[in-house]
T-cell receptor, first 114, second 112 residues
Framework: AQSVTQLDSHVSVSEGTPVLLRCNYS??????LFWYVQHPNKGLQLLLK??????LVKGINGFEAEFKKSETSFHLTKPSAHMSDAAEYFC????????????FGAGTRLFVKA | DVKVTQSSRYLVKRTGEKVFLECVQD?????MFWYRQDPGLGLRLIYF???????EKGDIPEGYSVSREKKERFSLILESASTNQTSMYLC???????????FGPGTRLLVL
């Protein structure tokens, strides 16, 4: 069985300060993990993905995430928030068990204050 | 770049109407997906297709059907629209045995 939990439904930061969006997962198999971003009235865009290579994954727009198996976490970070980062972020777990099963988290909405 | 397009960005329909949502991808992907997105619930899979004329139920198929007559096109059908089907509908595609999905811009459906 698989599940994914995004620990915060909303996160608010000031421009120029660090961003931390938290994600915990569970999976009976070796999972792949993803972060997607959705800007208002747009589809989802892939930010980054982990597929059992390096545990620190770099993505687009300065975001990165670290896979921590012992903590079953895949938190998304960025050193310095920009106004354009305001969006909704989805953590996703996927594993192949007789066919891919992909589970989306409920989403975290990021607000960036000037 | 992969491009996934959806036939409408916004749609308003009446209860009981038959509704067609169309999705087209241009990268020869085998897999196509339909999700609905509701606040606080993330994305929930309605149906997916791994080949022409093949389909599998997702987590919430009730009230929906799908059609895939050509590889690039995947249609979602609401046989008799109801108000609880008011939602954002997202289409996605991926290569076979690849997990990265590419999303269309979404169709926001309002059923009155």
């Amino acid at each position: 069985a698989q599940s994914v939990t995004q620990l915060d439904s909303h996160v608010s930061v000031s421009e120029g300060t660090p961003v931390l969006l938290r994600c915990n997962y569970s999976s009976s198999y070796s999972p792949s993990l993803f972060w997607y971003v959705q800007h208002p009235n747009k589809g989802l865009q892939l930010l980054l993905k982990y597929t059992s290579a390096a545990t620190l994954v770099k993505g687009i727009n300065g975001f990165e995430a670290e896979f921590k198996k012992s903590e079953t976490s895949f938190h998304l970070t960025k050193p310095s928030a920009h106004m354009s980062d305001a969006a909704e972020y989805f953590c996703v777990v996927s594993a192949q068990a007789g066919g891919f099963k992909t589970i989306f988290g409920a989403g975290t909405r990021l607000f960036v204050k000037a | 770049d992969v491009k996934v397009t959806q036939s409408s960005r916004y749609l308003v329909k009446r209860t009981g109407e038959k509704v067609f949502l169309e999705c087209v991808q241009d990268m020869d992907h085998e897999n196509m997906f339909w999700y609905r997105q509701d606040p606080g619930l993330g994305l929930r899979l309605i149906y997916f297709s791994y080949d022409v004329k093949m389909k599998e139920k997702g987590d919430i198929p009730e009230g929906y059907s799908v059609s895939r007559e050509k590889k690039e096109r995947f249609s979602l059908i609401l046989e008799s629209a109801s108000t609880n089907q008011t939602s954002m509908y997202l289409c996605a595609s991926s290569l076979v045995n690849q997990e990265t999905q590419y999303f269309g811009p979404g169709t926001r459906l309002l059923v009155l």
